[in-house]
């Protein structure tokens, strides 16, 4: 299966604000993925985005994590997000903002 359909990743920046989204269809595999996935790239850059899902008992069908920077003191956020999505060997997001290598 294509990676990009089982994680689907979708980056929005505005003035001040940063965000993406890896939703997915509910997988406890995928989802200790992205959280390890998180957590690896937070110590590795040393950045403290905000980071929350959309369920708290994890029973939705399709559920998302949402990584999140809107302090103008992390403006390499992109890099945070380029590094997240080469770990989880995401190659692109649903609005194509990240670039291939």
Do not use: W
């Amino acid at each position: 299966m294509d990676r990009c359909q089982q994680i689907v990743a979708n980056v929005r920046m505005e003035e001040r604000y940063e965000g993406m989204s890896l939703r997915f269809d509910g997988s406890e595999v995928i989802r200790k993925e992205i959280e390890e996935a998180i957590e690896k790239i937070k110590e590795q850059t040393k950045m403290t985005p905000l980071v929350f899902g959309n369920s708290k008992d994890y029973t939705e069908s399709s559920q998302a994590f949402y990584i999140e920077f809107n302090d103008e003191s992390q403006r390499n956020s992109g890099d945070f997000f380029e590094r997240l999505l080469r770990e989880l060997k995401i190659d692109h997001c649903v609005n194509d903002v990240i670039e291939e290598e």
